[in-house]
């Protein structure tokens, strides 16, 4: 394929190799697979590089992560492309380091973005939304993480890094007393309710729990409860990342010490608040909570999801909570769980009904533990890629010529990476292997 690295080009003809009785998968796969890299990343004169999500010309910190991450497995053996995934590391970490609290960012200081949003403060240039998301700190330090595993490279955990990290584990820390500490607010004028925080910007009140606090979800909906349980375990995860990296590589023990305490008391939190019996799956985890007793039972396609804490690396997929978690989302009690003639899986409300995500699909395979149920999610996907070859947003459960964003690089990057798990090739270093005889 043109303009593709050679370790790229290697990697599509091995699945192919090891899908010749699914030919209609494979060339789905040798569509999704480059997508990000051809159509999406961009290394800029400084040596960073620039991630759009595919039909938003802005770089998502958590989009840009979750795209590249398929590529970690060629970049163990390919220094370019390492470097190239150094340099989103770098880019992702100069962002943060410019305004933790926002979620997405331009690729120059040239004011583009949701400008007249009210959020308290001078607004960076650089920033293209402030939706303050917990997850948006997660991704850029697993990937840094991963990239570390895969490659064993070590000169982007530099002095830089060290000082995002700081402000990382500084605003969890405030963001667990939201109430009293915390200065951030969020209001989009005449926009959807989900696009903005209730009472002028603060969000729903919350009590003090250990989790930490989240005004958004991955999916840039509003939370209706403070406490984002899969997040929250996501951060647990990647402080356990911060801890090693701090022990290993920074030699810095105050930071990784900080890092394991801060992910107990997270931990904990979930453990207290984020768990509740339901009728009929049991003891589950709740999507979101507030620590006043109120839970919202349900789950999102993007992740990180309650289907996604596998993959994430929070619980085993035996996990008896989690296996009935996994029942619930995949159940209609899940109000964004749909069943339609063309497929059943998870939607979003931040599409219309009945319209289910290629996301959540893939992210169904890498957590299954039925050989079964993987090989019927395949067989899904080149049912329901519209005729395209490549993923979309959400697509109708009765009707996958009718789908939202033509061009979006995360699903396809997910799709891979599901396709590239089924095949027994996994991400150094992540924690879930999924394949033949897993």
């Given at each position: ?111 583009r ?64 007393r ?9 209001r ?34 509003a ?37 394991r ?5 997270i ?11 339901h ?6 985890y ?19 999801s ?24 995949l ?76 061009w979006?690089?995360w ?28």
């Open positions: 394929m043109q303009g593709l690295p050679d370790s790229l080009t290697r990697l599509i003809d091995e699945v192919a190799a090891r899908l010749a009785n699914r030919p209609a998968t494979a060339r789905q796969f040798a569509r999704c697979f480059p997508n990000t890299y051809l159509t999406t990343m961009r290394r800029l004169p400084d040596g960073t590089t620039f991630v759009i999500t595919g039909d938003i010309p802005a770089m998502w910190l958590r989009d840009s992560a979750a795209q590249v991450r398929p590529y970690l497995i060629p970049a163990a053996t390919d220094p370019e492309l390492a470097e190239l995934l150094v340099g989103v590391v770098r880019r992702q970490v100069r962002y943060i380091l410019e305004d933790p609290y926002a979620n997405a960012f331009n690729e120059a200081p040239n004011g973005g949701h400008r007249r949003d009210r959020v308290k403060v001078a607004l960076s240039p650089w920033v293209w939304e402030r939706k303050y998301e917990v997850d948006s700190l997660c991704y850029p330090v697993q990937l840094a993480y991963l990239l570390w595993r895969a490659t064993g490279r070590t000169d982007h955990l530099d002095d830089e890094f060290r000082r995002a990290v700081g402000p990382i584990l500084a605003l969890w820390r405030r963001e667990q939201h109430e009293a500490e915390s200065r951030y607010r969020f989009r004028p005449f926009r959807w309710r989900s696009d903005t925080l209730a009472r002028r910007g603060r969000g729903s009140p919350t009590a003090t729990t250990g989790m930490t606090w989240s005004g958004f979800r991955p999916s840039d909906d939370c209706r409860y403070g406490y984002l349980v899969p997040a929250n375990g996501f951060a647990t995860v990647v402080l356990g990342y911060v801890a090693e990296i701090a022990a290993g590589v920074l030699g810095d023990a105050g930071l990784a010490a900080d890092a305490g801060l992910a107990t008391e931990d904990a939190g979930i453990r207290a608040h984020g768990i509740v019996e009728p009929r799956h049991g003891r589950i709740a999507y979101e909570t507030d620590g006043f007793g109120n839970h919202l039972l349900m789950d999102d396609a993007n992740i990180p309650l289907l996604s804490l596998p993959y994430l690396g929070y619980v085993d997929r035996e996990d008896p909570v989690y296996a009935a978690t996994r029942r619930f989302v159940s209609p009690d899940n109000p964004h769980f749909y069943r339609g003639w063309a497929a059943a899986g998870i939607g979003s409300p931040h599409t219309p009904r009945r319209y289910i995500w290629h996301l959540a699909l893939a992210m169904q395979g890498l957590t299954a533990t039925d050989p079964a149920e993987r090989e019927g999610l395949l067989d899904l996907f080149t049912r329901t890629d519209a005729g395209a070859g490549l993923m979309h947003e959400g697509f109708h459960a009765d009707n996958p010529a009718r789908f939202t964003r033509p979006f690089a699903a396809n990057a997910l799709f891979s990476e599901f396709v590239l798990a089924h095949c027994g090739l996994t991400v150094p270093g992540s924690p879930l292997a999924v394949g033949p005889g897993a």
